[in-house]
Nanobody
Framework: QVQLVESGGGLVQPGGSLRLSCAASGFTFDGYATGWFRQAPGKEREGVSC????????YSADSVKGRFTISRDNTKNTMYLQMNSLKPEDTAVYYCATTRSPWYDRLRCDLRGNYYDYWGQGTQVTVSS
């Protein structure tokens, strides 16, 4: 059974930083795309950042470019999202996701949620003074 568990969320002041983690069990991240998504109250889910299974190609939403950095440690089967210069509009539940993409698709990732097969339960990030 595939399980993704996010951690690291919390309350932070504007301008602060948080580091989210996503640990997988029953699934090996190595070779497969993984991504971070978020959903604020009353809004649709939004793709934040993703990293390809091969080549570690990364893509980020314009709203977080230059502030958020996605990374993955395959030896720990864990993905991270380093979030700096946080803004109140970053407040949301953050989810990690992964997919069993076919071999010919492993050089890319996608910020659309329907690309992914497995999801975590989410971790709350609140940016407020």
């Amino acid at each position: 059974q595939v399980q993704l568990v996010e951690s690291g969320g919390g309350l932070v002041q504007p301008g602060g930083s948080l580091r989210l983690s996503c640990a997988a069990s029953g699934f090996t991240f190595d070779g497969y795309a993984t991504g971070w998504f978020r959903q604020a109250p009353g809004k649709e889910r939004e793709g934040v950042s993703c990293i390809s299974g091969i080549g570690s190609n990364t893509y980020s939403a314009d709203s977080v470019k230059g502030r958020f950095t996605i990374s993955r440690d395959n030896t720990k089967n864990t993905m991270y999202l380093q979030m700096n210069s946080l803004k109140p509009e970053d407040t949301a539940v953050y989810y990690c996701a992964t997919t069993r993409s076919p071999w010919y698709d492993r050089l890319r990732c996608d910020l659309r949620g329907n690309y992914y097969d497995y999801w975590g339960q989410g971790t709350q990030v609140t940016v407020s003074s």
